[in-house]
């Protein structure tokens, strides 16, 4: 296992053990658990990523810390949209929407409001760091 993949497991066992105890907000930043269908495995990958929300509706971005690449997730996404959120207390089926033109403009400035870092990953790469939105299934 890589050091990158064990501190994405102790990530989502801290964020699990915390929820279970009813404290998932106690995490360094605000984290979703996005699990994904792989592209090419078709297995389930758990991630934690960094959950930014509009409203009541959340969204993630996909800097991958401006790498020139995409993250895996968000490839596993592309390929397979029907994704599971855990944020907070909460977890529930999303559909998984890539925001495009104003829209992707308007949510990513709003990140980088937040989390300045943001900003910093989009000037260290010549990708458009994708935005994607997790609307979540009505049942």
């Known amino acids: 296992m890589s050091e990158f993949q064990d501190r994405n497991r102790k990530l989502i066992e801290q964020f699990r053990a915390n929820r279970d105890k009813g404290e998932a907000n106690r995490m360094p930043m605000p984290l979703v658990i996005l699990t994904t269908t792989g592209a090419k495995s078709g297995k389930s990958h758990a991630t934690p990523v960094r959950i930014f929300m509009d409203g009541d509706k959340p969204y993630v ?57 943001f900003g910093e990953y989009q000037a260290n790469t010549t990708r458009e760091i994708p935005v ?6 009505r049942a």
């Open 61 to 117: 971005i996909a800097s991958k810390g401006g790498a020139p690449s995409h993250p895996d997730w968000y490839r596993n996404l592309v390929a397979y949209p029907e994704v599971t959120v855990e944020l907070g207390k909460e977890t529930f089926k999303a559909k998984a929407v890539v925001a495009s033109g104003k829209e992707r403009d308007r949510l990513f400035k709003q990140a980088v409001a937040e989390a300045p870092g």
């Open 132 to 137: 994607v939105v997790l609307e979540r299934e």
